[in-house]
């Protein structure tokens, strides 16, 4: 089976860097997956890694180290509008559908 | 582009209705096509994997008979809620992807039942 875990909820300011940590267990990993969901939307693909390091795509960069399970997703000059759930998903090997994590919830303050 | 368009958005309806959501893949063929439902404040959980052109892998504890899923052709799978109560109330999401390409979703469906 897989498990994913990640904090439940975050809190963080306008303009500052906030890291959401992913760790999961599953057999024959084949790609770790970052969504955004906001309130009463469907989610949207952030970024993917199936190798060890760091992906930068602008504000957003996700990390992962496979031999530790564990991943992060580093948000960078946060804006009001990047409250939403952060969703971490999993893939095996033989193209299996993603298993999400519970999702964090990040609210950005002023 | 990878763009899902699902459809309808939002649909209320009293118990005991059939109700059909569509998911269409518009820019890209989509060999798999995958049925999520969430739950308020919860995660997404999967359903049920569909192949163009073969029957649907339902998840542990999800009802064949109750959510029939044809996936005809490779841009076009339906999710069809049989005699819906208002306990299947829920967001119902579709994905799809092509090939080992990234699960792109549709906007969902907020699925009401009085």
């Known amino acids: 089976g897989q498990n994913i875990d990640q904090p439940t909820e975050m809190t963080a300011t306008e303009g500052a860097i906030v890291q959401i940590n992913c760790t999961y267990q599953?057999?024959?990993?084949?790609?770790l997956f970052w969504y955004q969901q906001h309130a009463g939307e469907a989610p949207t693909f952030l970024s993917y890694n199936v190798l060890d390091g760091l992906e930068e795509k602008g504000r957003f960069s996700s990390f992962l180290s496979r031999s530790k399970g564990y991943s992060y997703l580093l948000l960078k000059e946060l804006q009001m509008k990047d409250s939403a759930s952060y969703l971490c998903a999993v893939t095996s090997w033989g193209n299996t559908p993603l298993v999400f994590g519970k999702g964090t919830r990040l609210s950005v303050i002023a | 582009g990878a763009v899902v368009s699902q459809h309808p958005s939002r649909v209320i309806c009293k118990s005991g209705t059939s109700v059909k959501i569509e998911c269409r893949s518009l820019d890209f063929q989509a060999t798999t096509m995958f049925w999520y439902r969430q739950f308020p404040k919860q995660s997404l959980m999967l359903m049920a994997t569909?192949?163009?052109?073969?029957?649907?892998?339902?998840e542990q504890g999800v009802e064949k008979d109750k959510f029939l899923i044809n996936h005809a052709s490779l841009t076009l799978s339906t999710l069809t809620v049989t005699s819906a109560h208002p306990e299947d109330s829920s967001f119902y999401i579709c994905s799809a992807r092509q090939g080992t390409q990234p699960q792109h979703f549709g906007d969902g469906t907020r699925l009401s039942i009085l």
């Open positions: 569909s192949n163009e052109g073969s029957k649907a892998t339902y």
């Open positions: 599953t057999s024959g990993f084949n790609g």
